[in-house]
């Protein structure tokens, strides 16, 4: 399978502290993988390097087969992303601002249209589309964000606690729209702190400690957060007894 995500020997240093240190990762066509850690592990660092908002220190960083230093602006239309809360513009309606996302990533405006409908109903977002965001509720924000990076309909789609702020059935709803992305072919990297929800839509879960994956687990029935802490604990203890 094309992977769509690709990193390796990926350093960042923020402030002085080594943040990502060798990160190597990979997510292909038609995956949903996760990736989770404890403040500061480094995961919204690693999702700004694939997404060219930050430059790392040294490794190499690819998008759907380009070095993201240079990809062109056709490999970024083909990408969407909500990553440290949704960036809309608050005297704008919620349409007006999905509207904006759909043509700068150059969507045909009346299938555009479509998908911004459906993917609105399924979110509970339908009767706030005329609305200002900044009138809005963070969830319903949240969900102005959500549909901003999916209604292109995303080879690569990059998400960053996109649950936050969302009621129960707007989870239910979002599980179903990245099921949707992921059967087309799409790939999908998230981050959260919810692991029951992350057993629900991730194939792959990858633990992200200390700047760099240290295990990928696969949700097959198991208390994913207990495994979780238990790697990273197991992860602590050896690197203790190493020193």
């Given at each position: 399978m094309t992977a769509c995500v690709q990193l390796d020997g990926i350093r960042v240093q923020l402030r002085g502290r080594s943040v990502l240190?060798?990160?190597?990762?990979?997510?292909?066509?038609?995956?949903?993988?996760?990736?989770?850690g404890l403040n500061g592990a480094g995961k919204t660092t690693a999702l700004r390097v694939i997404l060219g908002m930050l430059a790392p220190?040294?490794?190499t960083a690819r998008i759907l087969g380009h070095p993201v230093a240079s990809a062109p602006r056709s490999a970024w239309g083909r990408v969407g992303h909500l990553v440290e809360g949704p960036a809309c513009y608050g005297e704008?309606?919620?349409h007006e601002n999905i509207e904006c996302s759909a043509s700068l990533h150059g969507a045909e405006r009346a299938r555009a249209r479509k998908t911004e409908d459906r993917m609105a109903d399924a979110l509970g977002l339908g009767e706030w589309l005329d609305t200002p965001v900044r009138r809005l509720s963070m969830g319903t924000r949240q969900k102005v964000g959500l549909v901003s990076a999916l209604v292109h309909e995303p080879d690569l789609l990059v998400l960053d606690e996109p649950t936050n702020g969302l009621d129960p059935l707007a989870v239910v709803a979002f599980r179903g729209l990245l099921q949707e992305a992921t059967l087309r072919g799409g790939a999908?990297?998230?981050t959260s702190h919810h692991f029951d929800?992350?057993?629900?839509v991730a194939a792959q879960v990858d633990v992200l400690h200390r700047g760099r994956v240290i295990d990928?687990?696969?949700?097959?029935?198991r208390d994913l957060e207990r495994t979780f802490f238990d790697t990273v604990l197991a992860a602590d203890r050896a690197l203790q007894e190493e020193s």
């Amino acid at each position: 399978m094309t992977a769509c995500v690709q990193l390796d020997g990926i350093r960042v240093q923020l402030r002085g502290r080594s943040v990502l240190d060798e990160l190597a990762l990979t997510v292909v066509e038609g995956e949903c993988r996760a990736l989770v850690g404890l403040n500061g592990a480094g995961k919204t660092t690693a999702l700004r390097v694939i997404l060219g908002m930050l430059a790392p220190e040294s490794g190499t960083a690819r998008i759907l087969g380009h070095p993201v230093a240079s990809a062109p602006r056709s490999a970024w239309g083909r990408v969407g992303h909500l990553v440290e809360g949704p960036a809309c513009y608050g005297e704008l309606t919620a349409h007006e601002n999905i509207e904006c996302s759909a043509s700068l990533h150059g969507a045909e405006r009346a299938r555009a249209r479509k998908t911004e409908d459906r993917m609105a109903d399924a979110l509970g977002l339908g009767e706030w589309l005329d609305t200002p965001v900044r009138r809005l509720s963070m969830g319903t924000r949240q969900k102005v964000g959500l549909v901003s990076a999916l209604v292109h309909e995303p080879d690569l789609l990059v998400l960053d606690e996109p649950t936050n702020g969302l009621d129960p059935l707007a989870v239910v709803a979002f599980r179903g729209l990245l099921q949707e992305a992921t059967l087309r072919g799409g790939a999908v990297l998230v981050t959260s702190h919810h692991f029951d929800e992350l057993s629900r839509v991730a194939a792959q879960v990858d633990v992200l400690h200390r700047g760099r994956v240290i295990d990928t687990l696969t949700p097959d029935g198991r208390d994913l957060e207990r495994t979780f802490f238990d790697t990273v604990l197991a992860a602590d203890r050896a690197l203790q007894e190493e020193s």
